[in-house]
């Protein structure tokens, strides 16, 4: 079960515990299980709300998985990657340190989660 700390500029850090391989379990749904304040409307990856910063904290290989499509345009309109970012990382097979909350699955591995970042 991986270790997820989440933190935030105005509140205390907090970390908690996940259930990886679920297929189910997004960083937005852990974070409202655990009553964390990471802001969200559309739930479906497309308004950007929820965008986090990830840091995989195991000295293995990230298992961040791939954006989803939805991910990549919307970090694309925010600006937090080019599409040589993409393809760089899909070549690359390394996951981006930005993601949404909403569609960022749980793997097995130890995660720094920033929420409030723009």
């Not at 309109?77 to 340190?97: A, H």
């Not at 949404?100 to 929420?115: F, P, S, T, W």
């Given at each position: 079960?991986?270790?997820?700390?989440?933190?935030?500029?105005?509140?205390k850090?907090?970390?908690?515990?996940?259930?990886?391989?679920?297929?189910?379990?997004?960083?937005?749904?852990?974070?409202r299980?655990?009553k964390?304040?990471?802001?969200?409307?559309?739930?479906?990856?497309?308004?950007?709300?929820?965008?986090?910063?990830?840091?995989?904290?195991?000295?293995?290989?990230?298992?961040?998985?791939?954006?989803?499509?939805?991910?990549?345009?919307?970090?694309?309109?925010?600006?937090?990657?080019?599409?040589?970012?993409?393809?760089?990382?899909?070549?690359?097979?390394?996951?981006?340190?930005?993601?949404?909350?909403?569609?960022?699955?749980?793997?097995?591995?130890?995660?720094?989660?920033?929420?409030?970042?723009?």
């Amino acid at each position: 079960m991986p270790n997820i700390t989440f933190t935030h500029p105005d509140y205390k850090d907090k970390t908690v515990y996940a259930v990886a391989g679920s297929h189910t379990e997004t960083i937005l749904k852990i974070a409202r299980e655990n009553k964390l304040p990471i802001s969200f409307d559309c739930q479906d990856g497309e308004c950007g709300t929820c965008l986090i910063k990830v840091t995989h904290l195991d000295k293995k290989t990230p298992k961040g998985g791939p954006l989803t499509a939805k991910e990549q345009t919307v970090l694309q309109q925010l600006g937090k990657l080019s599409s040589d970012d993409i393809e760089q990382m899909s070549v690359d097979d390394i996951p981006s340190q930005w993601r949404l909350a909403c569609q960022m699955i749980v793997r097995d591995e130890d995660l720094l989660v920033e929420y409030g970042v723009s």
